[in-house]
């Protein structure tokens, strides 16, 4: 079974609005991460953020942690044509060597 | 540095026979990492090792699966007596270490008919 549930399943926007997209997770992790796939392709990595971290960037993308609520959310802001895609968050649990990938949310920016 | 290579991309076999995919991962990486990805889904985990070592393979979806990584570089994943559920996108990710970014391969798709 998936670890981490994103919301929403399915998201449109036009472009150049900011996508906001959430994860929930249900155990204690090292740290979460978040990928896109474009449709029928391998996934890119995006950003990772450890268990101590509350927030990171990299350029249009803004992750935020908070491991009370067992929560993390992925802001895109000046959304493009080219973010269309799925995105996934992913966690690393502190137990066991296992790994979780969420159901993700897929994105469409029309142009 | 030229990425998580996948081989082949596309598989179609007919059931009841035997498929073998292999992985190339990033060279300096030291664990690697087996994925089933069916159509809407997420990534679903199946084992890791680290160097030659594997480490998780409960994950495995039946005793049809294996996979092994006998000189710590390249690793294969061998399916068995494949069915028609096997038909899915099969991914490889390489990491450098212990919660460490995981870097993926294109995958190979199979398809069983």
């Known amino acids: 079974s998936q670890q981490g549930e994103e919301d929403p399943q399915a998201l449109s926007i036009q472009e150049g609005e900011n996508a906001t997209m959430n994860c929930s997770y249900k155990?204690?992790?090292?740290?979460l991460q978040w990928y896109r796939q474009n449709s029928g392709r391998g996934l890119v990595h995006l950003i990772l953020?450890?268990?101590?971290?509350r927030e990171k960037h990299s350029g249009r993308l803004r992750v935020t942690l908070d491991t009370s609520k067992k929560s993390s959310s992925l802001l895109i802001t000046a959304s493009r044509a080219a973010d269309t895609a799925s995105y996934f968050c992913?966690?690393?649990?502190?137990?066991?060597?296992?790994?979780?990938f969420g159901t993700g949310t897929s994105l469409t920016v029309i142009p | 540095d030229t990425g998580v290579s996948q081989d082949p991309r596309h598989k179609i076999t007919k059931r009841g026979q035997n498929v073998t995919f292999r992985c190339d991962p990033i060279?300096?990486?030291?664990?690697l990492y087996w994925y089933r990805q069916t159509l809407g889904q997420g990534p679903e985990f199946l084992t890791y090792?680290?160097?030659?070592?594997?480490?998780?393979k409960s994950r495995l979806l039946s005793d049809r699966f294996s996979a092994e990584r006998p000189k710590g570089s390249f690793s294969t994943l061998e399916i068995q007596r494949t069915e028609q559920g096997d038909s899915a996108m099969y991914l490889c990710?390489?990491?450098?270490?212990?919660?460490?970014?995981?870097?993926f391969g294109p995958g190979t798709r199979l398809l069983v008919l």
């Open positions: 992913a966690t690393d649990r502190t137990t066991g060597n296992q790994f979780y």
């Open positions: 060279s300096e990486h030291n664990r």
């Open positions: 090792f680290q160097n030659e070592a594997q480490l998780e």
């Open positions: 155990t204690s992790i090292n740290n």
């Open positions: 990710a390489s990491s450098s270490g212990v919660a460490a970014t995981q870097y």
């Open positions: 953020i450890r268990s101590n971290e």
